[in-house]
């Protein structure tokens, strides 16, 4: 028989060559949660629709890594980009491993900015986005009213503010979905721990999973107010944009006759009334 001291040597040292330690909680959440294919995609799309032009100047609003910033400006030579986060260790990785890959001319058409995006000042820029719902970290009308006023006073004259926001009926439950990463050696864990009805406050985490059975727990933690399209519209013109347009994702049956499910098209159509689900997201864009 072992001695316990030598067990619990071993099992230390499984732990240190563990998956879950030695990943980087930037590229998992990278992998598993952005698609700057498909947003550039969509923000590209609506502004031609509402505006009948290309956007070129860019903005992204707790912008984390500057993935989205990055991917912007190496579509198009003529764009430019500025990414605004409070957490200059994040920003930093991101120069390092986001910008900077990207090559001279496109480093030079990006502004990385250290700050609060309540205070800010930018050039007039065509779109401003704040997606990950990452402006539910404001909790009180008046603080995300400033913010949409402040982001009204950066945008040129055919500027447009774009948001996501998420919802539905399962929104409010403390649930854990797993949901596994196509073509990875892990597992993205959503994780809403606490929900106040009072004050409609949540608490959600991002945990990782991997195949050696390693776990990243509180990879990301975010403590929000759960928003609702009603109240960001009605904020939205309070503080002075003149229309503001809802997108809601079309589905489609998934051609599984022992089912009911329906899956989302990647299509996303204006409206102004839907049917509710368990759980949706969905996008708001803002006219100057």
């Not at 539910?136 to 926001?165: C, P």
């Amino acid at each position: 028989m072992s001695k316990p001291g030598r067990l619990k040597k071993k099992k230390q040292k499984q732990l240190e060559a563990s998956q879950a330690k030695n990943a980087d909680r930037h590229i998992l959440y990278q992998k598993s949660v952005q698609d700057t294919e498909t947003e550039i995609v969509l923000m590209l799309e609506k502004y031609r629709e509402i505006r009948g032009k290309d956007p070129l100047s860019f903005r992204e609003d707790f912008c984390g890594t500057a993935l989205l910033s990055t991917a912007w400006c190496m579509g198009d030579d003529r764009r430019t980009a500025q990414g605004v986060d409070l957490c200059e260790d994040t920003l930093a990785w991101g120069r390092e491993h986001n910008v900077k890959p990207a090559g001279s001319d496109v480093t030079s058409r990006i502004e990385l900015v250290n700050g609060n995006v309540l205070a800010v000042k930018q050039p007039g820029v065509d779109i401003t986005c704040a997606f990950n719902f990452s402006y539910s970290v404001f909790k009180t009308r008046d603080i995300l009213r400033q913010y949409f006023e402040a982001v009204r006073k950066g945008l040129n004259k055919d500027g447009i503010l774009m948001l996501d926001i998420f919802g539905g009926t399962e929104a409010i439950d403390c649930v854990e979905e797993d949901r596994e990463v196509e073509g990875e050696d892990f597992e993205f864990v959503w994780h809403q721990e606490k929900y106040n009805p009072v004050t409609n406050e949540i608490l959600c985490h991002i945990h990782f999973k991997f195949d050696d059975g390693s776990v990243m727990e509180n990879a990301f933690t975010y403590d929000w107010r759960l928003w609702t399209i009603a109240e960001i519209n009605e904020l939205l013109i309070e503080a002075g944009f003149s229309r503001v347009h809802v997108y809601w994702e079309e589905y489609e049956d998934d051609g599984d006759e022992d089912d009911e499910y329906m899956v989302g098209t990647g299509n996303y159509i204006e409206v102004t009334e839907v049917e509710n689900q368990e759980s949706w997201v969905s996008y708001i864009f803002a006219e100057v």
